[in-house]
């Protein structure tokens, strides 16, 4: 094993984080990405930034026709759950107390 002190390392060799592109986007849809998803984290700020870049990528590669059926046809909305019976009261420790 070589001895180096970190003084030595040049800057060149130390691997920089780079960001993913799975999409293959061009510096400039980059760059229009990230400014539409700030301003869009801007303007909704209690939706979290990655579903509103989940939101970006689905209509940038998504066929306008499938985007417009979703949204005509509430499919984001899913399916609804099954119906609960609840008959009401006030619970305390899983016992019903009373049921008025």
Sequence with gaps: ME???LAEVKEEEIP???EKNHYNY???EIAERNKQIRDASKDYPTIPKMWVE??????KNMPEE?????INERL???KPTRKR???GGIIKDSLVISSE
Excluded at 54 to 59: G, H, K, V
Excluded at 66 to 70: G, R, S
């Design 26 to 28: 061009t510096p400039l």
């Design 66 to 70: 499938e985007v417009k059926k979703i």
């Design 76 to 78: 984001w909305e899913g």
């Design 3 to 5: 001895n180096t002190d």
């Design 54 to 59: 989940w939101a970006w990528d689905m209509l």
């Design 16 to 18: 920089r984080y780079e």
């Design 85 to 87: 019976d609840y008959d």
